[in-house]
Structures are given as C-alpha cells and as structure tokens.
C-alpha cells in the first residue's frame, strides 16, 4: 500500500511538472517570446528544479548519514552502559529498517542511562549512611571503587552492611548505656570522683565523645570490675567494722538502744559509712581497754562455746590453753583471743556443712538409742491406740537412715581431709573411728545387758519349786494352768511369747513387708568382701525373729471358728 502510494505521489508529481511546463509555454507563445528566449527559460526552470531536488536529495542523505551515525554512537554507548551496570550486552532485532533501529537503540540508551543514575543516586545515600555508621563504630566502609557504577549485588551488599552496622551501633549502645550507668551508680553508691580521663567520659552528659568501638567496651567492663571490686572491698571494711562496733556493744554490755539507734541512721555512701563505724569502733575499743578483765572473760566464754560448736577435743584446745588462762589482763592477750577467736570462727563457716551433717547424725543416733531402750521395756505392749505401729514405723526409718548419713559422713570427710591435707577430728578423734565406737559401746552395753537378764532368769529358776494342789480337794473349778488349749491356741500363746522374747532380746522389730537392713539379698561372697557400715557390723550380729508384731495383731484379728478361739476376750473352752 505504502510504495503505490509513493507510486502515484511521483506520477502525480511528474504530471505537475508536465502541466507547469505546458503553461509556462502557453504563457510564452501569448507573450511571443523566441525559441532562444524559450529555450533558455526552460533551462532556467530545469535548472531551478535540479537544484531543488538536489538540495533535497543531499539533506536527506546527510540525514541518513547522521541516522547511521547515531547508530554507531548509540551502539558503542549502550555496551559502554552495558558494561557499567553489568547488564547483558543489547540485541538488535532482525529485519529493521535503519530508523527503527537507530529509535529502539536510543529508547534503550535511555533506559540505562536512567537506571545508572538512579544507581549512583543510590549509592550516593547508601555510603553516607554507611560512613555515619563507621565512624562512631569505627569500622571500615564498603568497598566500592571510586567512578564505577554499583551493580545490583553491590548495592544489596551495601544495605545489608548497613543493616548489621545499624544493628551493632544500637547493641553497642544499649551496652554502652547499660555499662556507663552502671559505673555512675557505683561511683555514686562509693562516694568515688572521677580521676581517670575514662572515668571522666563515663560520667560526662554528652554520649558523641566517646567512640563505640570494641576496645572502648572492654575498658568500660574492666573500669567496670574494678569498680565493684572496690565497692566488695568497701563493703567488706563497712561490714567488718559494723561486726566489730556490734562485738564491741556486746562484750561492752553497751545499751541495745544504742546500736539500734545508730542502725536506724539513714545510710549514706559507703566512704562515709566506713567513716561513721570506724569513729564507732575507735571509740568502743577505747571503752574497752578500761574493761579489760570483763571482755577477756567474755571472749573465753565465746570461744569456748564456738570450740564446742566445733566439736574441737581437749588437744585441739590445748595450744591456746597457755592463754586461756593467763591472769594478767593486757590489751595484747585480748588480741591474742580475738585472733583465735577469728581463726575458729574462720574454721567453723569452713567447716558448717560437714559439722552439720555431724549434727544431723547424732540427733538421729539419740533416737536410735531411744528406740533400742523402749524395745527392751516389755511394757510397751500394753500401749493402745497405734503408738507401737508408730514407733514401729519410725525405728524403721531411722534405721533406714542411720547408714545413708554415715556414708555420706565418710565422703564428706574424705573429700575435706583431701582438701585440707590434714584429719577432720571430732573430739578429738577422727570422724569414723568415733562412730564405730559409738557402735562397739552400744553393742558392749546389749550383750551386758542380755548376760544380767540371762543370769537374773537362771537364779529365779533355780529355786521355784512346782506349785501341788492339796490333796482330796474337789475338782469343781479348772485353773487356767491346767485348763485344755486348742492347737491354735497354742500356736498363738508360743508365738506371743516368742514375738514377746525377740522384742526383748533383739536389737530390732522387724517392719511387716520390709526385711531387716541386715538381711539384704547379696550373694555371701560380696556381703563378706563389701564395705560396711557400724550399723550394717551391728545388724549382722543379731538373730532376729522372723514373727513380728503384725503377725500377733493379725491372728488376733482373725474371725474365730470351731478349731481355734484367738480373741483374749473370750473365756476358755474346756475340751
């Protein structure tokens, strides 16, 4: 359609010329101008139209030479762009003419050129950003050489930079905040000046002066412990004078008033109160040394109550006895006591959990004994109301205790011996050793005890003579000694007795469904070869009998029938 229009536009065109030229001859042939005149016109008119068109032709091919031109230029910009943005190189497509080519490479020239300045613009914030942050933080900017432009990896890298360092600076502030307080707060508690240029910085209002790098951090954090180190140390003079001052209000038997009194003063910093207590003491100790007989003598008395608490035998106490007994009252004996004095006390806060445990045995030994000397009383069967299952209930888990503490006692023990280097005594002898005594004097006083009840009943049986009925009498009544027994009941009378004997002459009363600590299921081998303790040594000397208590409550409580009669209530049956 396009090249018949062009087409008919050059015919058209030629006809025009045609027609302008039949005029102008018509317009000569009325004016009468000659064949040379005519002939020199119509050069003229060639002339004009040849250099019209050649006019024209030369603008357009400048034209298409500025369009061919433009076309290299853009090429060559576009892989420049290219290039620059990292961007694949741009194809041109196939079948083009030269202009719209030349178009489609200028609209994509333009493109690029517009995102690389929207990527340097981009870059342009990023990195001041970026240098805002490493400045206070001290860090090293993103690298990104200086004329290139970013391509899109770079610019991600750079935010996500950004980002962590934007994260950093406000964790290091928050620590740097939280340790700047924590160093005003104790300077304040302390009473203490700033002296150093850090420690100067730290309390100074303005927050920009100081660089948040890691090296600052840890400077904050050390000036940070010494601090509370020296508060600690503080705190310890403060609290050793106010122990001192309240020593001194005891022994001096000063008004509680007084020391309450002062206790209820506001509580300055802590420089102030070392020097509020230190004018206490002085004070006191001044006090003190026009009574000296009096608080040396109170000291004694504290003393010995710690040794006690200590549980320290005569050899233990018998280095301080020189003094201890020294009549001559001067200020250096009581220094000499009050030296000891911290030493044992010293010694007692070291030693508390294993003095303790100590503690905890002998109280527990105290209520084994209680229960071994109830055993042997044949009274107690006469208790109603539950308190013999009780007792019973309790002596088993005493029982059951007693073994558990002495073993922890001996890991205790050892484990301070191999500390300390040296014996843990308990009056005056070591821990085990005093325990197995315990146990030899306990098991010493059951065999004495069990040889006078054995020689009591072979003297009582040695002079009964047999009681005779007289001789005649009517038989109108049975005697319960003569009476006929069933064989149940029989079998419930012998093993009253016996449950009766073996409470007496045993050391324990057998827990129904519970077996003596004594009869644990080893093999005989390892019960001969393992370790021990002073109760398991003296459980295995006893012969226990296997009828308990229970056992006699349980046939009681049976439901009478034909062949036995177990109720005590009921009268006896003659057979």
Known sequence: MGSRTSEALASSLVTGINLAMARLVDIWDSIGIMEDQRIERMQ???????????????????MRHRIKTS?????????????????????????????QVEKNLRCHLETLQKEKSERLKELSEL??????????????????????????????????????????????????????????????????????????????????????????????????????????SLVSSRDSLKDRAMTLWNRLSCPDEEAEEFNREPQNVLRDDIRKWQGVVDRLELLQKTKLEEVIDKVRQELVALWDKCMFGPEQREPFSVHFCDANYTVELLNLHDCELLKVKEFYEKARPLLESIEKWQKNWALFLDFERKAADPNRFSNRGGALLKESKDRAKVQKLLPKLEEDLKCRVEAWEK???SPFL???QRVME??????????SQKDKEKNERMS?????????????????????????????????????????????TSSMS???????????ISAKRVKTSEASSAPRTPLQEFNSDKNLDPFSYSDFTHELSRKAHHDAVMNSTVKDVVL
């Open 456 to 500: 009591k009943k072979a003297d009582s049986t040695q002079f009964k003579t047999p009681n005779k009925r007289p001789h005649g009498a009517a038989n109108t009544s049975v005697t319960p000694s003569k009476m006929r027994k069933t064989p149940n009941q029989l079998l419930l009378r012998t093993n009253m007795i016996s449950s009766s």
């Open 127 to 232: 990195a001041q950003q970026d240098e805002e942050l490493c400045v206070p933080l001290c860090t090293t900017p993103y690298y990104i050489p200086t004329g290139s432009v970013p391509s899109h990896k770079q610019l991600q890298e750079l935010r996500e930079h950004i980002r962590q360092l934007s994260e950093e600076k406000e964790s290091r502030v928050k620590v740097f905040s939280g340790l700047r307080e924590d160093i005003r707060s104790l300077m304040d508690e302390m009473g203490h000046e700033a002296e150093t240029s850090l420690e100067q910085e730290c309390v100074c209002p303005d927050t920009d002066i100081f660089l948040l790098t890691h090296d600052n951090i840890r400077a904050l954090k050390l000036l940070l412990s010494q601090l509370e180190m020296k508060k600690e």
């Open 71 to 99: 076309i290299i230029t853009t090429r060559k910009q576009l892989e420049k762009l290219c290039f620059e943005l990292s961007v694949e190189p741009y194809k041109v497509e196939e079948d083009l003419t030269v202009l």
């Open 44 to 62: 003229t008119v060639k002339k004009c139209i040849e250099d019209l068109l050649t006019d024209m032709i030369s603008e357009e091919e400048s």
């Open 419 to 421: 500390v300390e280097g």
């Open 434 to 443: 005093y325990i197995s005594k315990q146990w030899e004097e306990h098991r």
């Open 506 to 516: 045993s050391t324990f009363v057998c827990v129904p469904g519970k077996p003596p």
């Open 426 to 428: 308990m009056e005056g």
